[in-house]
C-alpha cells in the first residue's frame, strides 16, 4: 500500500522568500516520487522526480527536492518565491512493476500563496 | 509536439443521464491513466490500461463507471446514469511504457451533474 500525506494545506510567503511545501510518504515498495503543479484551471505540470538515483531532485523553475528515505520525506524547495508560483502542488508516489505500474497516489494538495 | 488532450473541456449534464469522456494520449505512449479530481476527495486513481489492456481498474468507482481504449490510442471514460457526487474534474495521463516513467496530464474534463 502506498499513501502520501502534504503537511500543510496552504502556505503563504512573500515574493523573494524561501519555499517549503512537506510531504512525507509510506510505502511498501521503494517507491518513486513525484511534485506536480496546478495552475488554476489547468492540467497537472511534472516539476520533478525522484526514481532512485540522485537524493538531491532538481526541477524546473528553481524547484529542487530531497528524498530521505529515514524520514521518509519529500519535501518541496525554492530559495526564492516569485509571484508566478502561486498554484496548488501534489506530491505523489507510484511503484513500478506489478498491475498497478505507475498508478499515481497524491496527496491532498497545498496551496501557495505568494505576497508581493 | 501535441499533448494529452481531452474533450470535452466542460459537460453539464441532467442527473441519471449517460455521459462520454474522450481522452487522445500523446503519440506513441502506451500507458493511460484516468484520474478524478474533487473537493472532497482530491486526486484519486480510476483505471490504468497497457495499450488495450486494463490491467488495474481498481478505483472505478462503482459498475456505472467503464472505460475503454482502441488502437491502444484513444481511450473512452463512460458514466451511466450519472449521479451528483460524479461531479469533478476528470483527468486523463499518459506515458511512455518503462521504468518509472513520467505521466503527462490533460486539461481534464470538468463534469457537473445537476
Known amino acids: 500500500a502506498q499513501s502520501v500525506t502534504q503537511l500543510d494545506s496552504h502556505v503563504s510567503v512573500s515574493e523573494g522568500t524561501p519555499v517549503l511545501l512537506r510531504c512525507n510518504y509510506s510505502s511498501s515498495y521503494s517507491p518513486s516520487l513525484f511534485w506536480y503543479v496546478q495552475h488554476p484551471n489547468k492540467g497537472l505540470q511534472l516539476l520533478l522526480k525522484?526514481?532512485?538515483?540522485?537524493?538531491l531532485v532538481k526541477g524546473i523553475n528553481g524547484f529542487e527536492a530531497e528524498f530521505k528515505k529515514s524520514e521518509t520525506s519529500f519535501h518541496l524547495t525554492k530559495p526564492s518565491a516569485h509571484m508566478s508560483d502561486a498554484a496548488e502542488y501534489f506530491c505523489a508516489v507510484s511503484r513500478a512493476g506489478g498491475t498497478s505500474y505507475g498508478k499515481l497516489t497524491f496527496g491532498q494538495g497545498t496551496i501557495l500563496t505568494v505576497h508581493p | 509536439g501535441a499533448g494529452v488532450s481531452q474533450s470535452p473541456s466542460n459537460k453539464v449534464t441532467e442527473k441519471g443521464k449517460d455521459v462520454e469522456l474522450r481522452c487522445d494520449p500523446i503519440s506513441g505512449h502506451t500507458a493511460l491513466y484516468w484520474y478524478r479530481q474533487s473537493l472532497g476527495q482530491g486526486l484519486e486513481f480510476l483505471i490504468y490500461f497497457q495499450g488495450n489492456s486494463a490491467p488495474d481498474k481498481s478505483g472505478l468507482p462503482s459498475d456505472r463507471f467503464s472505460a475503454e481504449r482502441t488502437g491502444g490510442s484513444v481511450s473512452t471514460l463512460t458514466i451511466q446514469r450519472t449521479q451528483q457526487e460524479d461531479s469533478a474534474v476528470y483527468l486523463c495521463a499518459s506515458s511512455l511504457y518503462g521504468v518509472q516513467e513520467t505521466q503527462y496530464f490533460g486539461p481534464g474534463t470538468r463534469l457537473l451533474v445537476l
Open positions: 525522484y526514481t532512485s538515483a540522485a537524493t
